[in-house]
């Protein structure tokens, strides 16, 4: 069963890229064949820049989603990592997170790499596992494997 805050994530998820303009593709390719998928990702610039990754004094981690697809259609060419709001995030600061992957897709996964952590979903199947990561400063990149040149973003940690 689709948890209410998964399908509100990938909703926001949906609406911030295509709100972005951000489609993967030029002015002059703004009308893709019936059958070319879209391309769109999540763009450096996009809301959701505040809030605070301090682990609280209970131990608990702040959480981020990890989505590929949309609610409505699996197999949407989006992707990009959110908030427990469900905002688009482009930056958070250094911190203890847990990482929730939102991947119902079978022809994508999520993919984030950047110093010290190296995880993805499997490109065949389903995922909605969490795991821990450290974020330390500097950039992590995370894509979509088969389709890394259309599917791909950056989230920069901060100090």
Do not use: K, W
Not at 48 to 70: H, N, W, Y
């Amino acid at each position: 069963m689709i948890s209410t805050r998964s399908a509100l994530a990938t909703a926001a998820l949906v609406a911030a890229v295509l709100l972005s303009g951000c489609t993967g593709s030029s002015p002059d390719d703004a009308a893709p064949a019936a059958d070319s998928a879209p391309a769109e990702t999540a763009a450096p610039g996009a809301s959701g820049e505040t809030g605070a990754a301090e682990t609280p004094a209970d131990g608990t981690r702040t959480t981020l989603m990890a989505v590929v697809g949309s609610a409505d259609d699996p197999e949407a060419y989006a992707i990009g990592i959110l908030d427990e709001t469900g905002a688009l995030r482009t930056s958070v600061p250094a911190g203890d997170y847990s990482l929730t992957f939102v991947d119902r897709s079978q022809l994508h996964n999520f993919h984030l790499m950047g110093e010290g952590v190296d995880v993805a979903t499997e490109v065949q199947g389903t995922d909605e596992s969490t795991v821990e990561v450290t974020l330390v400063a500097g950039t992590y990149e995370y894509v979509c494997d088969p389709h890394s040149g259309t599917m791909s973003g950056v989230l920069e940690v901060t100090g």
